[in-house]
């Protein structure tokens, strides 16, 4: 098995694509080894020290390590960890996770609709690809609150990515949108 490596803009995380499905479709966070309890993979990860959180996504890992730790060893020990996964046949999941949904009172509302489609369209893809991605939460009094998950969540760019892209492609689409903002963690 071959597993690429890429660097995020985030230099606390690196996304491992093993060239298989991971979630297939749609993703999953876990920030604790608490969190990873209906993931193996997950599990598996948070015994390697140094790891902080593990995201998934369709076909790639992105691992957030700690501050104290240096990607020199530490990307080695999750190599290994995730190639043991696969070898062994086990599921990513145990159990398939409610998909995350946007929040809301207005969620049928056309102004919701175009900014979830700009989102997903024009937005996650990108965001993926830097391995993370971005989540909308609400849509309220002209700000939009969006969460920010794997690479992104924390990244030193993350604050540049809402206002300088997200925010100026939802202002330009949805002349309704005033203002993005990252919402609090799921």
């Not at 309890?37 to 599990?43: H, I, K, R, T, V």
């Not at 790891?51 to 190599?79: H, N, Q, R, Y």
Request: aromatic residues 6%.
């Amino acid at each position: 098995m071959f597993i690429q490596t890429e660097k995020t803009p985030n230099p606390d995380v690196l996304k491992f694509i093993p060239g298989l499905p991971v979630t297939g479709t749609g993703t999953a966070e876990f920030r604790s080894r608490d969190e990873a309890g209906n993931s193996p993979l997950a599990q598996r990860l948070f015994e390697v020290e140094g790891v902080a959180s593990v995201f998934f996504g369709p076909d790639f890992i992105s691992i957030t390590k700690s501050e104290a730790k240096e990607w020199l060893g530490l990307k080695t020990m999750v190599l290994a960890a995730i190639m043991e996964h696969f070898a062994t046949g086990q599921p990513v999941m145990s159990k398939v996770s409610a998909a995350l949904k946007p929040t809301g009172s207005n969620l049928d509302d056309e102004i919701v609709s175009q900014i979830c489609e700009l989102i997903e369209t024009r937005v996650r893809p990108a965001v993926q690809m830097d391995g993370g991605d971005i989540v909308f939460d609400r849509f309220e009094d002209g700000i939009v609150y969006l969460h920010m998950q794997g690479a992104c969540a924390g990244c030193p760019s993350s604050t540049m990515t809402l206002k300088s892209g997200i925010e100026n492609m939802l202002k330009h689409f949805v002349p309704e949108v005033q203002e993005v903002r990252a919402a609090d963690r799921l």
